[in-house]
């Protein structure tokens, strides 16, 4: 399993969403996880390691010393946007990209964990916005399709570059 960078076709596909959470599946998030903290992520989604799952991790920190904080979302549903906030943000997926994107500033979040266990949280400010990004990967959609007229020209080059 490894990470895949745009412009790899696997990023824009929909992901299914799981019908059972079972071994392979927890499967899946552990080396979802493992990569995660490898590559110094705060979030990765499957379809960016070119698996069509609606699955994705996160960590506030991306600290693999604090792995009680880590987070895991299956079939993740977002509703009540409420409010924006714009800051910098990355993906795994483009190294080096950092540019800033508009978000809800807060997000009602209705998923599973890997055990199961519904989730029903709403979240604010930076664990909403990866949320939202990580939410955007399982349906095709990425942090460049966000990007406003400044960030479009300011990474022109660096998206050309990837493409
Ligand atoms: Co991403």
Redo the contacts with the bound molecule.
Sequence with gaps: MKIVHYPHPALRFPARPVTVIDNEIRKVVAQLLDLMYENRGL?L?AP?VALPYQIFVWHPEGDPEKRDLERVFINPVLSERKGTQEADEG???FPGLYQKVRRAKSVRVQAYDQHGKAIDETLTDLPSRIVQ??TD?LHGR??IDLFGTVAQVASRKDIAVFE
């Design positions: 979030g989604a960016q993906c795994l997926s990004h990580e990967h990425l942090f």
